[in-house]
C-alpha cells in the first residue's frame, strides 16, 4: 500500500508560479512510477505530466514549456514546478502512483493510488 501526501498548493496571479510536492510513503518498493493529475469542477480529471524510476518523463502539451516533474529518489517526493500559470490551470491537483511498466501513461485508470490532492487557483 502506498499513501501519497500533496502540498504546496495556493493561489496565485495569472503568470505567477507554484511548485507542489508530493510524498509518497508505505512501500519499500522503489518501482513506482508516479503522475500529477488534474481536475477542475465540473471537468474530467487529465493527465499533466508523470516520470519514471529513471527520471523519464511524460508531459501533458499544455504543460510542456511550463511545467516541469522531477523527483528526490532518497526522498520519496515528487515534484510539480508549474511557471505562467494561468487561470485554466485552475483545478485540484493530485499525485497518483502506479507499478512502472514499458509504457508511460496519463490516463487515471492506470493509476492505483491517489493522494488527496491540493488546491491551485489562479486569478486574473
Known amino acids: 500500500q502506498v499513501q501519497l501526501m500533496e502540498s504546496g498548493g495556493g493561489s496565485v496571479q495569472s503568470g505567477g508560479s507554484l511548485r507542489l510536492s508530493c510524498a509518497a510513503s508505505g512501500s519499500s518498493d522503489s518501482g513506482f512510477c508516479m503522475a500529477w493529475f488534474r481536475q477542475a469542477p465540473g471537468k474530467e480529471r487529465e493527465g499533466v505530466a508523470n516520470?519514471?524510476?529513471?527520471?523519464?518523463?511524460l508531459l501533458a502539451d499544455f504543460a510542456k514549456g511550463r511545467f516541469t516533474i522531477s523527483q528526490d529518489h532518497a526522498n520519496n517526493t515528487v515534484y510539480l514546478k508549474m511557471n505562467s500559470l494561468k487561470p485554466e490551470d485552475t483545478a485540484m491537483y493530485l499525485c497518483?502512483?502506479?507499478?512502472?511498466?514499458?509504457?508511460?501513461?496519463?490516463?487515471?485508470?492506470?493509476?492505483?493510488?491517489w493522494g488527496q490532492g491540493t488546491h491551485v487557483t489562479v486569478s486574473s
Open positions: 516520470i519514471d524510476t529513471l527520471d523519464s518523463k
Open positions: 497518483a502512483a502506479r507499478p512502472c511498466r514499458v509504457y508511460s501513461t496519463l490516463v487515471p485508470t492506470d493509476y492505483h493510488y
